[in-house]
């Protein structure tokens, strides 16, 4: 067969970038119809990325605001760097959020180039047309680009990394860079970096010389991709057999050993990621992770329960990537030809690419999978990665013998895409409609009434921190270091982590929605924090518009966010809980907490309750204690019982624990406010906690014969373990006296 001209291999990927530039383009326009002309983004974290980026180009990297901490906040260091160089040469403001979309929707129609080259390299020129105008199609991917998140760029990378590798094995020049850059965009774009960086080392020493004669070399140059034989896939020749025994050969001269380590550059380039968080702020986990992920949510680390949620994730994840979800993610039974492509490319004797990319999502979706917000905003850390589902199904599509029948296989594909495409535009203004009306009003209304330089604190921190101007904290822990463990352990450990801020750091105001279904903010208002009553509350109009059960949308688009409420903080009750109700015996030696997060872990909290998927959830509450005196005070829930250590005791005297203890849900008849006490793992005895509402002071006498040091490890626990019903009740703090 005549092998094509290059103009005629490449006109494929030509007509599929304009035509995703083009389709971008149309997004963005009906996102500005819906918003009368404003061009706005459709997610919060837009303006996050935004923020960063006029940080970083003022000089001040990695801090959110002027003079700031250091945060690490934006999902991607990349993207947050290459708008804080847009920002440095005088971008900002609408023109920088204009820079952010323009780039997403280059990247998506950079990726629909790259995987329409890639597609012609390992599957001939049909295959280049099929998978270009497919990635140009996918309504997912173009609202991605024209979000403004980092959608596009990781989408482009990936697309570019795959190809450069093709182009360039056995010998890698710039495959490394770039997957180096995928590396740096999103933690999922390093799984598949890492994954090419191992295909990099399996390549080159496979081809290097080996210590046996007969050793095969170089790979022949790329053949012709002309259209198959019939159940075989067009290519570039697969490297050529090596001998029976060790695989490897053995790397001769400096420049094959740079060679291997230009292959680990990815990894080193994430690792220096990560060392960098880790210098900077303590943890090497972004706060996006803190925050989002399984791993960290609630107080007790069980890893059948985690196993769990991650399980149910990747089962959503899969209906929609399978088109069986009702989200036109993508079309039905595409995740089926996803997997044949990987199989055609074992068939194909591109093994090592099957591992890469058919490995590479599989880590991918696990890893997403761990994040409590996996299904959110349209799938959105998975759409970067559509492009090579995209070009996995039309290799599978490949393995049909009748060229006829593939080409119809495909047709309905592309069917199922253009009738989807349209509603994903809609979609895109619709959302941002909701923003505008939303959050970038409330931060309208911050920077127009709240006075400079009062701090606020809000729960969607990208537009209030934009267009308001002012100090915030993040009451979500994005961009206000420690403030993710305690939001995500209920409002008492949250009102605990802003008194914690002292005096000079707690917000004067709060922006917070009055019903979420995330973190229970409104419920500070049970600490008498939020004031008698709003200064201005925004009651969304728009009409809610859900997608589909299985596809939760932005808050305000399914309206479980619907209101936005603007308070005065009082914090006239903030450092009342630290002392006793009333009098306890003898003097005061050491005080827990129950509540903060701090105080807890310096006095070995803990919980241990005897039936798994039970946390300690935090509480919030106030009480009258004595005439003139208010205490608002957080606690956590314990089901079964809790364990602390109490210092400042002496051996062989007794020790007085008094706790501030509250009722749980009553059982008439049963008793479920009886504990048994442990001191240093012996018994001491039983303990029936008040039925108090909302909480009781109460003491309970360690003999001198149980304490032999200078603290004393105390345990509560069911009086028959593991039967129910177990104790119940709400622990907010213990004294210990002599």
């Known amino acids: 067969m005549t092998p094509p001209s290059t103009d005629r291999s490449t006109r494929a990927a030509v007509v599929s970038g304009a035509t995703a530039l083009l389709l971008g383009a149309a997004f963005v326009a009906v996102s500005v119809a819906y918003n009368r002309g404003s061009l706005v983004p459709p997610l919060d974290d837009v303006y996050i990325h935004l923020q960063y980026a006029r940080r970083l180009g003022d000089g001040e990297p990695l801090r959110y605001q002027p003079g700031a901490e250091i945060t690490t906040g934006a999902s991607s260091l990349l993207w947050m760097a290459l708008l804080g160089a847009a920002h440095a040469v005088g971008f900002d403001g609408r023109w920088l959020l204009a820079v952010a ?241 990987v199989a055609a490319l074992a068939a194909r004797r591109e093994r090592t690419l099957a591992v890469v990319l058919g490995g590479g999502f599989v880590l991918v979706l696990l890893a997403v999978a761990t994040l409590t917000t996996a299904m959110w905003q349209d799938l959105r850390y998975l759409q970067p990665f559509l492009p090579l589902l995209v070009l996995l199904v039309v290799l599978g599509a490949g393995l049909v013998a009748r060229r006829a029948v593939r080409h119809g296989l495909l047709a309905v594909v592309l069917l199922f895409t253009v009738v989807a495409t349209p509603a994903w535009a809609l979609r895109l203004g619709q959302q941002a409609s909701a923003m505008r009306e939303g959050p970038v009003s409330v931060a309208q209304w911050i920077a127009g009434n709240v006075p400079p330089g009062d701090v606020v604190a809000v729960n969607d921190v990208g537009a209030a921190a934009w267009f308001g101007g002012h100090p915030t904290v993040d009451l979500v822990g994005l961009t206000t270091n420690g403030m993710a463990q305690p939001s995500l352990n209920g409002p008492g450990t949250l009102y605990a982590a802003l008194r914690g801020l002292g005096p000079d750091r707690r917000p004067q105001w709060f922006a917070i929605f009055d019903r979420w279904g995330g973190v229970p903010v409104a419920d500070l208002g049970r600490a008498g924090l939020l004031g008698a009553e709003p200064v201005i509350t925004f009651q969304l109009a728009g009409p809610a518009r859900p997608v589909s059960p299985s596809a939760p949308q932005t808050c305000q688009i399914d309206r479980t966010c619907d209101r936005v409420s603007i308070w005065r903080a009082d914090w006239t009750l903030a450092d009342a809980p630290d002392a006793p109700d009333a009098p306890v015996p003898g003097r005061v030696v050491d005080h827990l907490d129950v509540g903060d997060t701090v105080d807890e872990a310096a006095h070995g909290w803990t919980t241990d309750p005897p039936v798994l998927g039970v946390q300690p959830d935090s509480v919030l509450d106030r009480a009258l204690v004595a005439p003139g005196r208010t205490v608002a005070d957080g606690g956590r829930r314990v089901l079964g019982g809790e364990t602390f250590t109490l210092s400042g005791t002496v051996p062989g005297r007794p020790v007085t624990l008094t706790g501030r203890v509250g009722a749980g849900p009553a059982l008439p008849g049963e008793r479920t406010r009886v504990v048994a006490v442990d001191v240093d793992g012996r018994p001491a005895g039983e303990w029936t906690l008040p039925d108090a509402q909302p909480w009781a002071q109460v003491s309970f006498t360690v003999p001198g014969a149980l304490v032999t040091g200078d603290a004393v490890t105390v345990t509560t626990r069911p009086v028959a373990p593991l039967l129910a019903p177990y104790p119940d009740y709400r622990s907010y703090g213990w004294w210990a006296s002599r």
């Not at 010998?171 to 933690?187: C, G």
């Not at 329960?305 to 039974?333: K, T």
């Open 101 to 341: 979309v323009a780039g997403g929707v280059a990247g998506v129609a950079c990726a629909a180039v790259c995987t329409s080259l890639a597609a012609t390299r390992l599957g001939g020129r049909a295959a280049g047309w099929w998978a270009g105008m497919l990635t140009a199609l996918s309504g997912p991917l173009l609202w991605g680009g024209a979000s403004g998140m980092e959608v596009g760029l990781l989408a482009a990378l990936l697309s570019g990394t795959l190809l450069s590798y093709l182009r360039e094995r056995p010998r890698f020049r710039w495959t490394p860079v770039v997957a180096a850059a995928l590396a740096l965009t999103r933690p999922e774009g390093f799984l598949l970096a890492a994954a090419f960086s191992a295909a990099m080392l399996w390549t080159q020493l496979r081809t290097a010389p080996a210590a046996s004669p007969g050793t095969a070399g170089d790979p022949a140059p790329a053949g012709d991709p002309a259209d198959p034989p019939p159940g075989v896939l067009p290519g570039e020749p697969s490297l050529p057999p090596r001998p029976r025994g060790f695989p490897w050969g053995r790397p001769e001269g400096p420049r094959a050993w740079a060679a291997l380590a230009l292959a680990l550059l990815p990894v080193g380039a994430f690792a220096a990621q990560l060392l960098l968080y880790r210098v900077l702020t303590g943890t090497s986990q972004a706060s996006g992770v803190l925050a989002k992920s399984w791993l960290h949510t609630g107080f007790l680390r069980q890893p059948l329960e985690i196993a769990d949620h991650v399980q149910r994730n990747v089962v959503a994840m899969l209906a929609s990537l399978a088109g069986l979800s009702g989200q036109d993610v993508l079309p039905p039974l595409a995740l089926v030809g996803a997997v044949l492509g």
